[in-house]
Every structure is written in structure tokens, then in C-alpha cells.
């Protein structure tokens, strides 16, 4: 049974850095992508990042770019999301997911319908 395991969430200050992690477990990831998406309150849930599992290779929503950075740790099935330079609206639940690249040739998909297996979020709050 995959299970995605979300932690490091917390409350922030605004300007201030965060870590999140991911424990994958269930099956093997290679061929997979990994995804980070948020939701705030009110609104719908929202792509941030992505990493394919194999290649390392990331994507980035443009309203993160330069600020969050995704990993992965092919030893510990891990996937992190570290995120710098806090604002306020990243106040959201953080949801790790996993998607089949099957499909994808040098992409990885940014539309939550497109993840399969999904955490149970963990709530980040930034305060201003």
C-alpha cells in the first residue's frame, strides 16, 4: 500500500524559511514524479513544485520560482520542499502526491488530477 507521509509544517514569520518532508513507502517511485501542491483557505488547490523521480529534473509554479527548491533522497524515498522568503499567502496545507510519468515524455504534470497518490497535508502558516 503507498503511503505518503507529509511533515515540517509549522508557524512562520514572514521572511522566514521552512522544510517540508515527504516519506514515500508502498512501491518503487522510479518512473514516478513527486509533487508538491498547496491549499489556502478559500481557495482551490494549487501546483508548486514537481521532481522526476529518475532524473532529479524540477518544475516550478512561477509564484514559487526562485524562492522554494524540491529534492529528492533516492536512499531515504524522500522527497523535500524547502522554502525561503515566506509571504503570507503561502498560509495553505501542503499535500506531497505522486503521478505515473508513463504518459510524459521530458514533463511532469502540474494538474492535480494527474497524481494519484496523495498525503495527508500538513498546515504551514505565515504570519505577517
Known amino acids: 500500500q503507498v503511503q505518503l507521509v507529509e511533515s515540517g509544517g509549522g508557524l512562520v514569520q514572514a521572511g522566514a524559511s521552512l522544510t517540508l518532508s515527504c516519506a514515500a513507502s508502498?512501491?518503487?517511485?522510479?518512473?514516478?514524479?513527486m509533487g508538491w501542491f498547496r491549499q489556502g483557505p478559500g481557495k482551490e488547490r494549487e501546483f508548486v513544485a514537481a521532481?522526476?523521480?529518475?532524473?532529479?529534473?524540477?518544475y516550478y509554479a512561477d509564484s514559487v520560482k526562485g524562492r522554494f527548491t524540491i529534492s529528492r533522497d533516492n536512499a531515504k524515498n524522500t522527497v523535500a520542499l524547502q522554502m525561503d522568503s515566506l509571504k503570507p499567502e503561502a498560509t495553505a496545507v501542503y499535500y506531497c502526491?505522486?503521478?505515473?510519468?508513463?504518459?510524459?515524455?521530458?514533463?511532469?504534470?502540474?494538474?492535480?488530477?494527474?497524481?494519484?497518490?496523495w498525503g495527508q497535508g500538513t498546515q504551514v502558516t505565515v504570519s505577517s
Open positions: 502526491a505522486a503521478c505515473s510519468l508513463s504518459k510524459y515524455g521530458l514533463g511532469i504534470p502540474q494538474r492535480r488530477e494527474e497524481y494519484i497518490y
Open positions: 521532481i522526476r523521480w529518475n532524473t532529479g529534473r524540477t
Open positions: 508502498g512501491r518503487t517511485f522510479s518512473g514516478y514524479g
